[in-house]
Each structure stands twice: as structure tokens, then as C-alpha cells.
DNA sequence: CAGGCATGCCTG
DNA sequence: CAGGCATGCCTG
């Protein structure tokens, strides 16, 4: 069996549920196709039953924008409403609430640029038959959609039927595979909704209030309100008061009613309801037990679940009763039953929660608040309203509204000063295209420390993964050599100049690497921050003593051999195989036992090449020289020019010199200053050429293939670096 | 209704299950109390009915410690096995099993030092009675507990029955209350058992294949199999192959069955499913739908679910078959159809899958491995082996078996050098009882840096949270405000020192604080960095302009005032509570909008105090001095001992001084080196008090309370701050 | 109650 | 396919 769909949707992801949604529809029905435009396909979709490959890629859009829509209500007044955007009403009227004061209430949900790309579920959009207006709404507050014809659109990224025999086995590069089993919300026997999300004080002044107001809450408070966002982070299975106030008093037996909404115009018709974890049925109410909000009252009577019969919503409603005396606000206690990242539930998805006061089934008032149901309600918000603030500062200053985000080119570009070393702030978005921040440093120090930590960190950019990995893992396996030497760490810069570099202490016959540094080391003059891009000095490690053998102090180098020898022996060899696979094939692992193989793409790294450095010492009398550090970075700057070419790096160095006491300016100084020390800074220009094609994934299989092809770009990446004395 | 329960266990959790099942048990059935040790009460378990309050605080421990077992096999060699720990056996004998060539097979799980507290389910303790051996065992791999007393203990920490009414509104200090709803497995009608979890490679030579070994695999591969953990990373839902070999031809009708086990001595009885959620029963096999390993052949009728009679254990079973001419192994292909950290499932408890070649119900052959389900099968495969072979180093260092974690005690006493930068590369954990790291370093100037930054991250540990928030806040605040102003972020060194301080070229007149550094900042003598917790210089932030009015360059602070005056007016006053509530009560949020207020707390941090800094200029002619930094901190020693009690702290300070190039040892230098600089290091001797108890939770309270009362205790921890020259 | 890890998943 | 965020939860 061999089936083929052909769609054109725009990109978002189809989960498990949505998945089978369109495989019944694969024979058409009318009202869905209605919807959708078919147009030459993108991508195909392949199932070859019982056997082991099945992937799926296609693109879903449908042509209706989300549309307008109108229900009945009974107020004309309605100061919060706004008029929707009635543009596009689709075929599949739904005129069951087109009653006489309906009125229009589409939210904009502005995707303003920090959307990402969401999930939705097909289900919704199966049965666009009308439904008799007989069937009366039971939730007033509820706004029916007339059109089904939301903006929704489908990008498969999870081709699994999670139970059935598909498999990706052979696919090496499908996506996760157990993406699906999201969204099993709205039962298909609804009709989907939007309910209103507009505030509406309404004629007895109906007010919302969390208490006092707060700045910031601790990590994992129980619940705290974000006045900023107008949001309130609560825990799950937390009672968390809300406060109500009218101004004057609502009739008699007006009710406050609580449902929660997605906030998300992709998920604002699924029904809000706990995930199947939590709604396990130990409860002795089914409905309680499914319904995510619940209300507390001293008396369980006065709390009342109820679920739209159109619209499958779960509400919960409890009568409005006075404030109690000298108070303002009258308080109900809310509890919400699964957190907003529930798999399977709310999924991460954004929460809208709506409080109407009612009067038979008679909107008198709204508010809205969104609701995230968390475990750290105060790291949450913190984190939250920093991102907001951040966010609107960096639009703020680019003088525009909309600021979407321009996605970031290849690294290679990265090399300005101007960078974000902390997350997120923003600035200045409107000079070329290469996104840039500005890290505002209290305290110079700091400054020249974090300004450091910046440069290692965008230098180390242009190391190979490989190269990091296999450092990192040099320095396990030297750790592990050197576990009993017990290092001493306190040190001043009053040694004599004259010592010699001391090795560590080590039990270790062998150290590995000779250019170590540790931290009783003084001084030498090796500089490991060098600046074009020289190799760590490091064995690819896979002269690897394994450890599930008790680690002994085997020394898997030769101590008068160079570095990256391979010197263990001990690993049985797997396969022929040669080390980097550059065949591209299925297999995604790499594997090693490779260690009587030549391997010639490391011969080219020895210590000599790694001790390399400049020095800055030039007209120093070096009688005056105690010792003289390697050479820093002080700043660096490039043009920021994005995209290929060449453009011009701007390197700042530092070199620190100890000069001896005995000078003849010694005297200058007091007994207790021991040390003298001269800096000096130069300024080097760099050339970089910035190639977008030789960074692009495509690539990425020939890059990690070879170490030492990887080495030979870099070295092409930063050329003629030509040093010009300031 | 009131009831109090007194365990005296030992400290591992409950979850939502089990206290589900432990209420039950609030009439003791004499079974359970068999095996559980009253002792006098550490915590009282209070519920009120339909109230508020609720809270659980109960240790649980059994008398027993895990016994061995046995259990009947077919075959007398099984050199695999190991002989069980037998001291123990408990009152409840189950003589199902005790057939004649019976064997032992406790595995012995030790907890190694690594594990953690963990949940398990109570359930599996319910029924002790015994199972008349007349109930034939279908699963002859299984062997069955003979005993119901494996170790088991419980510490509960989520008193909330998540379906019930309870309720932690106002205890403020509760757990995560949504750490129920784990461990739903082990069906009470079920007789729990420890399937024997040892390789076998019996008669015909039994063996397990992953394929060519490797040494890494891609971040999101698959399935990729470790062979220094013996366990295998598998992506759920995903067909992986996994390939048998026998020597010798077992005969026809073998089969090769797969059973999940959870590695863990605490869940080892459990049976592992599928989650609730991926439970769905959306499958035409009950079965199937809850079975969390499934084999694919080309013909369905070759796979068989099998749920064991006695323990509930699902298995898959296929028939093994001889591997393809010039094939060295068979291949069956799995998969998993759960994530290892599924909520309510497996929930992140390590698992073992064990595979046996059977024969009517004999077992052949048996072998166990590791299984990690998760979505980046890559990335935790690299960072468990780098963690195993880090902790096998560290405690290889140390020279002993057992590496029990050291608390750490409170962090008054961790000002030594000696300091985990990046993380648990533990050395040396022999001396003194503070756990200490070392950190290698290549390089000098890297080595200086993260010195450095480490210093500041310690010094940073002497803020409040309170400070820091504020800081953060303060910083969002500046940020927002100078949006417009474009810093020039590359500077050099040569200013003339002569110049004033410039101020940042913003839009923005009123600046909120005098003595924000900017990167354009000439070297003003201020020293953010000090040693004797200074204040940050930041505004506690309460001025909020709320962001979510259109943030204009409102300036909070009046220009000419101090950093610390509450400036803003725009925010209503929402409550006369006191800034930082000091009694205790239920609320976590800490009210804001006080800014009409006066804040006697803030007013000891002032500008001058902000600025208050030592100098090391002593002794050097100023004539010659351009400009000095600010003092940083070059290395800090302290006496290790942990607790309360009196500890020396020694700092190294080191200040940069910049000297004028018309000294009249300018000579000395070319006319490239445009300045002259100097540190001096000097040593000061600083007195610690680490008093424990000012930092246990019970004083948190007081201790946010109040950010003077912050600031005064800061002051206490290092007292005494005495210079002594070197 | 904060630090920080664990781990799914989104983005480029 | 890697970077890195999001977010529950464990530990001290
Ligand atoms: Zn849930
Ligand atoms: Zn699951």
C-alpha cells in the first residue's frame, strides 16, 4: 500500500493525533477539502506497510486567514470589545448564535515576532456542519465560532504513528519521533469556540485583584501575579486566592465563572483540560477530575463544574457573594490541576484564564489574566518579565514595532566586540544585518573580566566540535592520571625570575602533555590564548583507557612523545572501518577502537606549532624583565558587515610584564611592593574571510570527518594576520 | 476528621500513589505492620477535612534490609549467577518457585555513592501473603521475590492528594505539591518480582551485539550504544536493531525475550509500562498499547506479548532464528515505546532490559543491558560517560572505594581557592571535610581569567538575592532607558588622565545612578569590586515604570539625588503593608508600589558608601600615578574547617596603576608603549565567622525580611578585615 | 528556598 | 544535527 498526499500548508507541525486526523481524511471529505488548497506537492508522504521506513514531510496551509466571527449576547454595551476583522467568512456558516445583540470579539492575537512554530490538532476542524440553533449555549461567555476556517496550518515533522508499525529506522535524520501525543484536547463532538478575552468592567465596575502587589517573588513561591504582565504564575494543585470586587452590587445569585483559554490563536479553539496523567480517575466526580481549574468553598455545593454542550469548555462557577465586612474584595480560591507543560495537555501552550461574573447564563463582567501553572512560579516570572523588558528595549531602540527576529548568519561573523555575553538584551538592531549587543559592565575589573571570558568564548567558536570534545576529554583522562596530585594553589608573583617553570607533583611518571599549566606554575611564556586560531594542545583521546577497567595510572602517551600519539593499546579493535566515516551513511555512530591506525590528520599538531606565541617585550631592557605573560586580547573589533567576504578584525593585545625590583626606578617604590609590572597593548588587524558555503550544514558531515581538514579552514578563516604597532 | 500517622522511616519520598496506598493503610493490616518499625514520631501528618491546611512530613524505614531470594531454574551451570546475600530471609516465604535445581540470584545493586533519594510505590508491599505453588510461573526468566521486605523507606515531601480537596494555600514552605502522579505501575493483583538481572551466556553460547562500537554518536542519533556503561540510548519509538549470537545452535522454538526492569534496588519490583499518556488506547491490542518494548518482524504473528501471571511483567518474545548465511548475528529489531523520563511511567528511573533465550520456558541464555529512552540518545551518552569517567577519576584519587558525597556545608566557608569552577572534577578529597575541586588551566592568561571570574562568583555569594535581583532589575532599568544610546564599546588605553570621567552619551537626561560604569568609562577609582561586601550600587528597583505602558525615557531618579530615593510617583499605592513583610505569614510575594514610603532599610546604602574603596597608591609619587583601578582580588585562602566557629580568610588584593610616561623612567620605554602600569599585591588577613545557624532555612524569613538587616549580617561574616602588607 | 542539573524540544 | 532554551525537580 502506497499512498501519496500532496499538500501545501504552511509551516507548522502535526502531532500523533493530528497525524491520524488527516490519514482518515485521505479519502476527502467535502468540508475539510473546502478549506484547503491543494497545490503541487513539497514534499511526500510514503508508507510502505509492515516494513521498517515510513517518513513523512509535508506543509499545510489553509487560504482563510482567521476570520471574524459573531455570537449572541445579551448587552449592547461592551466598552472592551473590539470589532473583529470580518474580512474572509468562510462557506461553513454556523448561524446557531447569530441572535439578535451578537457582537464582534476577535481577538488580535498578534504573532508580533517571538512566535515560535506550535502544534495544533486537526480534530477541530472535522465537523463543520452547522448545529441547530436550538441547541441553546449554556456558557454565555462563550463566543462560537462561525467559521472553522482558523488560521491553522501543519508542518510534519513527526511521520510515527506512535502505536502502529511505522518505523524510522533507517531515516537518519527524521525528527524526534515521539513528537506526537500532544493536543488531545477537543472531543470531536464539539464545536470549537473562541471565548472572549477582552477585559469588561461591565455596569457594576467588576474588578480582578491578586493582592498586593509584588516586584518579584521567591523561586518557588506558591503563586505570584505579575502586574507587568498581567499574568499569574501559579503551582499546580495550589489554592490560590483571587480577589473580586464590583463596585456596586451584582444581583442576587450572579455567579463568577472561570475557564481557561489558549492564549494562542493556533490552539484557541481546543478545549483547556487536564492531560491524561493527572486526569486519572480516582476521583468520585468525572467531571472534577478532568476539569483543570477548580474552585474551593467551604462547602463543596457551592462550586459547581460545568461543560459547555456546544463547545466542550470546562468552566467552574461559584456564587458571587459580598465582600465580607470592611474588606473590598471578595476572595475565591482557585486550584489549577495540571501544569501549563503537562505533556499530552496544556503542552507548554500559553493560558488564558477568563473570570466573567453572570447572571444566568448573562455576561455582567470579564477579566482575563494568563495563567502559567509551573513549579517555579518566581524564577518564571522573573524570567519572564526580564525577557519582556529586554525585548521591548531592544524594539524600543530600534525604533520599530515589529521586530522580527533576524535570524543569526554563520558565526563567522561574529567576531565584534559588540556581543551578548549575558542573554537577550538587545540594542541597536537597525546597523547591517548582523544582530548585536551591548553588556553594560559595572566596575572595570569586571568589565575587563567578562570582557575576556567574551573573547575566549567567541575564539573558541572556531574550534571544530571534534576539537572540543576531544579536549575535553584529554583533560578527563589527565585528570584521572594526576588524581593524587594535590595541587597547591595559592600563589603570589614574588617567585624569582630565575626558577624554573615547576612541573606539578604528580605520581604520574608520564604527564602527557608537557605545556600543561597548572596553577603553581610561574609564568611561562607560552600562550595558550593565542589569536590565530593555533590548536589546543590536546590528544583526540581516543587513545582511550576505559574506564570501566580500574583506572590506573597507565599513561596512554609516551612522556617524550609528542601529544597526539596514540599510545594505548589496550582497546581491542571493532572494524576496519576507517576513523571519520565520509560516506554519509545511515549509521550515526562514529566508531572508535581505531587505535593502530595511522592517523595522519593529527600529525600535523605537535607542541611545537602549540607554543608558538608573540612577544611585545621588544626595548625592555631584559635585565629589567622578571617574567612576562603571554599575550591577552584586550578587545577586538571587525566589521560588521555580515555575509561572505573579507572583513577586517581589530585585535587588541596585552602582554604584562614583571620587571625586576633592582631597576634603577625601584626606589620608587615602598618595601612592600615587590613587584613592578608593565603593560603594554598593540593593536593587530586581522583579515578574516567570512565564508557562508564553507559553514553551511551541508558540509557539516566532510568538516567532522576529517580533524585535520577542520584545522586547515580554520586556518583559512583568519588570514594575514598582520600586526600593526600602535 | 484528624488523623496522625508515626513512621519513623528512612528518608526516601512519597509519592501521590503511595500515599494513597498509605492512608489506606491508616488501619493497619497487620502484613504491612509486619514489616514496618513504629518508632516515636519525627513528623505528624495533620489533615483537615475540607480546610485549607494540610501538610505531611513522615520518615519511613523497614527493618529489613533487601534479602536474598531464590527460585527454581532448569540448569545446574549458570556461571553468571552470583550467590545471593541470604542473611536475611523474612517471615513471608513464597515456596512457589522452590522446584528443585534452584538458584540464587540477588543482584547486588549497590548504591554506589551516586544515587540520589527516590520515589517508589508502596503498593508492591500490599499483599505478603503467600502464592500457592500451583500458580505456574509463565515467565521462567522472572525469578520471584521470596520476600516483600526489599529496602524499602520513604520520606514524604508531597502530602497532596492531587485529586482530593487539599490543600498547601498557607503553608508557605511546602514541597513541589504536583510531585505525585508517579510510579503507577505494579498492579496490586500482582506479586512483585526481581528478575535475575545477570549476564548468562549458557550453553550455546549466548551473546548481545550493537554493532560496530563507537566511540561518540551525533547529539539527536537514534540509538547509540555505549560500551563503556553497557547501555544503550534509543530514541523512543524508533526501531533499533539489536543483534544475538549463539556459538552453538540452540534448538528450534527458541525464543528471545525482552523484559524492561528498572535497575534501581528501590523500583526493581516495580513493572515497567507505558505512561498514562502514551497508554492511549488508540491500539487494537490492548497489549500492545501498554507494553513499553515492542518488536517489529516482517510477519506480526511472530511477535508475542506476554504478561506474566505471577508479577505482571510484559515481555515480547520472538522467535530466535539462525543468522543469514555469512551473517554472524540475528538481528530482531525493538522498539521503545516510552521516554525514560515519562511522568507517571518509567519517570526517569534507570532501566535494564534483559534478554533471554528461552526454550519452553528454560532459560538459555541470558543478557542485560543499560536503557536510557530520551530524545538526545548523542548528548547523554557523551555527558554519562564523561561523568562516570570523571567520578571514577576523582575517586580514584581519592584512593577510596566509597566516595560518599560530603555536604556541602553553608557557603560562608567556601571562600578558598581551591573551588569547582566548571564542574564535578572532585580531587582530593582527603583533607579536611570541605569538598574542594581543582580546576587545570592551560594557559596562563585563561587560568588568570577564570580565576578571576571564579573570585567574583564567590564574592558574588556575599549578595543577598535581594542585591541581586535588585541589581538585575536596576540593570533592566538603565537598559530600557538607554536604548537609544549606541555605546562605543572599543577603547584603548591611552587617555589622557587628565579627562574627566565621561558620562554615556545618552538620550536619556537623567541618569539614574552617578556611578554606573560604561565601557567608555576612563578608569574612575571606584571598585565595584570590593572585598568587604560593599553594597552593589543599584536602586532596589521598586521605581518601577511598568513596561507594560509603552516605556518612554521616563527617568526614575532625580538627577541630583542619591541612587536610592524612590523617585518614581506613577505607581498606585496598593497596600500601607511594610516593604519587606516581616512576620512570617503566608505570602511569598513581596509587595511592591511602595514608593511613597519611606524605606528606612534602604537608607543606609548611600552613594558614598557605595564608593568607599582602599588604595594601594601608597608610597608612589602621585605626580606619576594616571590612573588606578580599582582593588581586585588576586586569591583568597581560608582555613577549610567546615562549621561554626571563627575562620581566617586571607585575600590577596592587587591594584593597576597606571603611571604618566613622563616619569623619568619613561625612557626605558619605546615609542610604541604608551603606558606604564604597575600592580602591587598585597596580602589582608580577614577574620570569617561561619556561623551555621544564621543561614539555616528557619532564618531565610528574616533574613529576605529585611535587605538591611541583609546588608548588617553580611558585615557580621567577615568581621575584622585587617591589611597586612606583605 | 535557591542553585543547578536533567531533559524534551525548538531553531537555525 | 548542534546550540541552547524551557522547565520539572533534586539537593543542600
Ligand atoms: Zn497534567
Ligand atoms: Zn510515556
Redesign the pocket.
Known amino acids: 500500500m502506497r499512498q501519496t498526499i500532496n499538500f501545501h500548508f504552511s509551516s507548522f507541525?502535526l502531532d500523533h493525533f493530528q497525524m491520524q486526523e488527516l490519514q482518515t481524511l485521505v479519502s476527502p471529505s467535502e468540508s475539510f477539502w473546502n478549506d484547503i488548497t491543494v497545490v503541487p506537492p513539497l514534499f511526500t508522504f510514503s508508507e510502505t506497510e509492515g516494513a521498517l521506513e515510513n517518513s513523512l514531510q509535508l506543509d499545510v496551509f489553509s487560504t482563510n486567514e482567521l476570520s471574524g466571527f459573531s455570537t449572541n449576547q445579551t448587552e449592547t454595551q461592551n466598552p472592551g470589545e473590539e470589532s473583529g476583522n470580518l474580512n474572509t467568512i468562510s462557506t461553513a456558516q454556523n448561524v446557531q448564535n447569530s441572535e439578535e445583540n451578537g457582537y464582534q470579539c476577535a481577538p488580535t492575537y498578534s504573532n508580533n515576532g517571538l512566535?515560535?512554530?506550535?502544534?495544533t490538532d486537526l480534530s477541530q476542524h472535522n465537523n463543520v456542519t452547522s448545529i441547530p440553533s436550538s441547541l441553546v449555549v449554556t456558557q454565555p461567555n462563550m463566543v462560537h465560532q462561525q467559521t472553522h476556517t482558523t488560521p491553522m496550518g501543519y508542518h510534519s515533522?513527526s511521520p510515527n504513528n506512535v502505536d502502529g508499525t511505522n518505523s524510522t529506522h533507517s531515516s537518519?535524520?527524521t525528527?524526534?519521533p515521539?513528537?506526537g501525543?500532544?493536543y488531545p484536547t477537543s472531543p470531536p463532538t464539539t464545536k470549537p469556540s473562541i471565548p472572549s478575552s477582552t477585559d469588561y468592567a461591565g455596569e457594576f465596575d467588576f474588578h480582578i485583584n491578586f493582592g498586593e502587589a509584588t516586584e518579584s517573588?521567591?523561586?518557588?513561591?506558591?503563586y505570584t501575579y505579575s502586574h507587568q504582565l498581567n499574568k499569574l504564575f501559579v503551582k499546580?494543585n495550589v489554592t490560590c486566592p483571587v480577589r473580586f470586587k464590583c463596585s456596586r452590587p451584582p444581583p442576587m445569585n450572579s455567579v463568577i465563572r472561570a475557564v481557561a483559554v489558549f492564549k494562542r490563536p493556533e490552539h484557541v479553539t481546543d478545549v483547556v483540560t487536564r492531560c491524561p496523567n493527572h486526569r486519572i480517575p480516582d476521583e468520585a466526580s468525572y467531571i472534577q477530575s478532568r476539569h483543570l481549574i477548580r474552585a474551593e468553598m467551604p462547602n463543596d455545593s457551592q462550586v459547581h463544574y460545568e461543560v459547555g454542550q456546544q463547545d466542550g469548555r470546562e468552566s467552574v462557577t461559584v456564587f458571587y457573594e459580598r465582600p465580607q465586612v470592611g474588606a473590598e474584595y471578595t476572595t475565591v480560591l482557585y486550584k489549577f490541576m495540571c501544569?501549563?507543560?503537562?505533556?499530552g495537555g496544556i503542552?507548554?501552550r500559553p493560558l488564558l484564564t477568563v473570570f466573567t461574573l453572570e447572571l444566568d447564563g448573562q455576561v455582567l463582567g470579564r477579566r482575563v489574566v494568563e495563567v502559567?501553572?509551573?513549579?517555579?512560579p518566581?524564577?518564571?516570572r522573573s524570567?519572564?518579565e526580564r525577557?519582556q523588558r529586554s525585548h521591548a528595549s531592544a524594539s524600543n531602540a530600534g525604533g520599530q514595532e515589529n521586530c522580527p527576529?533576524?535570524?543569526?548568519?554563520?558565526f563567522q561573523s561574529t567576531m565584534e566586540i559588540i556581543q551578548n555575553v549575558t542573554?537577550?538584551r538587545k540594542v541597536s538592531p537597525s546597523n547591517g544585518e548582523q544582530e548585536e549587543f551591548v553588556l553594560k559592565i559595572r566596575g572595570r575589573e569586571k568589565y575587563e573580566i567578562i570582557r575576556k571570558v567574551k573573547e575566549a568564548?567567541d575564539l573558541m567558536d572556531h574550534l571544530s566540535?571534534e576539537q572540543?570534545a576531544a579536549y575535553r576529554r584529554k583533560e578527563d583522562e589527565d585528570q584521572a592520571k594526576q588524581d593524587d596530585c594535590h595541587v597547591v594553589t595559592t600563589q603570589d608573583h614574588t617567585g624569582n625570575s630565575a626558577q624554573a617553570p615547576q612541573q606539578v607533583n604528580t605520581n604520574d611518571p608520564a604527564p602527557a602533555v608537557s605545556s600543561v599549566f597548572t596553577v603553581t606554575d610561574p609564568l611561562p611564556p607560552v600562550t595558550a590564548t593565542t589569536i590565530d586560531n593555533e590548536p589546543f594542545s590536546m590528544t583526540p583521546s581516543h587513545s582511550s583507557h576505559p574506564l570501566t577497567v580500574t583506572p590506573t595510572g597507565e599513561s596512554p602517551c609516551d612522556p617524550s612523545a609528542t601529544c597526539f600519539s596514540y599510545a594505548s593499546q589496550q582497546q581491542p579493535v571493532f572494524s576496519s572501518q576507517s576513523f571519520w566515516p565520509q560516506d554519509g551513511s545511515t549509521?550515526?555512530d562514529v566508531p572508535d577502537g581505531q587505535e593502530n591506525k595511522p592517523q595522519p590528520a593529527l600529525e600535523r599538531q605537535n607542541t611545537t606549532d602549540s607554543q608558538r606565541f608573540m612577544n611585545l617585550l621588544n626595548g625592555i631592557p631584559s635585565s629589567l624583565v622578571r617574567e612576562a605573560s603571554g599575550l591577552s586580547t584586550t578587545s577586538t573589533t571587525s566589521s560588521i558587515k555580515p555575509g561572505p567576504g573579507r572583513h577586517v578584525t581589530r585585535v587588541m593585545l596585552r602582554q604584562t610584564i614583571s620587571l625586576n625590583r633592582d631597576a634603577e626606578f625601584a626606589k620608587l617604590w615602598k618595601e612592600e611592593n615587590k613587584e613592578t609590572c608593565s603593560t603594554s597593548d598593540q593593536l593587530c588587524n586581522f583579515v578574516t574571510t567570512n565564508d557562508d558555503s564553507s559553514w553551511l550544514?551541508g558540509n557539516?558531515?566532510t568538516e567532522?570527518g576529517d580533524e585535520c581538514q577542520e584545522m586547515v579552514q580554520q586556518n583559512n578563516t583568519i588570514d594575514t594576520p598582520t600586526l600593526e604597532f600602535l
Do not use: W
Open positions: 507541525k512566535m515560535r512554530t506550535y502544534s515533522s537518519p535524520y525528527p524526534s515521539n513528537a501525543y500532544e517573588a521567591p523561586k518557588s513561591a506558591q499546580m501544569l501549563s507543560s503537562c505533556v503542552n507548554r502559567r501553572i509551573c513549579s517555579c518566581g524564577r518564571d524570567q519572564e525577557k527576529k533576524r535570524p543569526f548568519k554563520n542573554k537577550k568564548l566540535n572540543i549509521g550515526f550544514p557539516i558531515k567532522r
